[in-house]
């Protein structure tokens, strides 16, 4: 089989919704995402946050709006993420 035959799919990328938590930056938002999980030593349930700096061309996210971010390749050393919606 020549490589043009072969069915070979892209991986997804990784994609969060979180909510805005600042705007100040050019074209940059930052984006709290939380999960749930359950601490391995104590078996307590807790809210975990990061903090995801995305690419948001035109500034069109303010503090409080929902935002999905999808990874896509470094656009600078701590941003490699864009918004999508």
Do not use: W
């Not at 909510?19 to 975990?48: I, L, P, Q």
């Not at 690419?55 to 050393?77: L, Q």
């Amino acid at each position: 089989m020549t490589k043009s035959q072969t069915t070979e799919t892209k991986p997804k990328r990784q994609i969060f919704s979180g909510a805005v938590v600042s705007d100040k930056m050019k074209d940059t938002c930052v984006v709290v995402v939380e999960r749930f999980e359950k601490h391995k030593k104590y078996h307590k349930f807790m809210t975990k946050r990061t903090r995801i700096l995305a690419h948001d061309p035109g500034n069109t996210k303010k503090i409080g709006d929902k935002a999905t971010v999808e990874a896509c390749r470094p656009i600078s050393k701590k941003k490699a993420f864009r918004v999508i919606a």
